[in-house]
């Protein structure tokens, strides 16, 4: 199957910094990345929607100028928390899928990024 | 709006025994319905996919869904576990909107495998 590759796996910050996340897809062309976050032992929420070359989508409750999403390429997605404090410290999962013909719905899911704010 | 409902939050298995986890969806058209699954900090694995068709759907690593519209229902089953399938399971819901797919996740079932 494709392959979503996410970095940082892990990042520890202290409160005030900004800090990014990578999310890249290896062998196909991204058109649509999802970014999720999971708190302990819940299940993901989705935070926003981004599609290559636009603005992404926010998902209500979600501040779009503390989650900072960009979408430049087809392959690249990047997150980035902005002045972070330690209610943002969380595991973040981007996924993503290829559009065009033959879109099957199903999303390919990084790694998983777990940021720690100190 | 579509949700879906994963009752059990954890269940409890015996190494070669049956399992069946299970999933009910709210939606108002016939759903594109997913299990995935998830190991210890990591991200998440698709198991299978159910859009149209046969309504038992086969996966990877043994496992089956059925899909069952009149019980709005989409039950995991794998015959005979495995210590390997310890992990936290993830029944989701994405319908097609407008070009964009919103999936929408249930709570996750932990599994647990015990000798």
């Known amino acids: 199957g494709a392959v979503v590759s996410q970095h940082p796996s892990r990042v520890i910050c202290k409160s005030g910094t900004s800090v990014k996340i990578e999310c890249r897809s290896l062998?196909?062309?991204?058109?649509?990345m999802f970014w999720y976050r999971q708190f302990p032992k819940q299940s993901l929420m989705l935070m926003a929607t981004?599609?290559?070359?636009?603005?992404?989508?926010?998902e209500q409750g979600v501040e779009k100028d503390k989650f900072l999403i960009n979408h430049a390429s087809l392959t690249l997605s990047t997150l980035t928390v902005t002045s972070a404090h330690p209610e943002d410290s969380s595991f973040y999962i981007c996924s993503a899928r290829g559009g065009l013909a033959g879109y099957t719905g199903e999303l390919f899911f990084g790694e998983g990024s777990r940021l720690t704010v100190l | 709006a579509q949700s879906v409902t994963q009752p059990d939050i954890h269940i409890t298995v015996s190494e070669g025994a049956s399992l069946e986890l299970r999933c009910n969806y709210s939606?108002?058209?016939?759903?594109?319905l997913f299990w995935y699954v998830q190991s210890p900090g990591q991200g998440l694995q698709l198991l299978l996919k159910?859009?149209?068709?046969?309504?038992l759907v086969q996966g990877i690593k043994g496992f089956e869904a059925e899909f069952k519209r009149s019980q709005s229902s989409f039950n995991l089953r794998k015959p005979s576990v495995h210590w390997s399938d310890a992990a936290e399971y993830f029944c989701?819901?994405?319908?097609?909107?407008?070009?964009?797919?919103?999936?929408?996740f249930g709570t996750g079932t932990k599994l647990q495998v015990i000798p």
């Open positions: 989701a819901v994405g319908p097609f909107e407008g070009g964009y797919q919103k999936v929408t």
């Open positions: 981004s599609n290559e070359g636009s603005k992404a989508t926010y």
């Open positions: 062998d196909f062309q991204a058109t649509t």
């Open positions: 939606y108002g058209a016939t759903p594109y």
């Open positions: 159910y859009f149209s068709g046969d309504t």
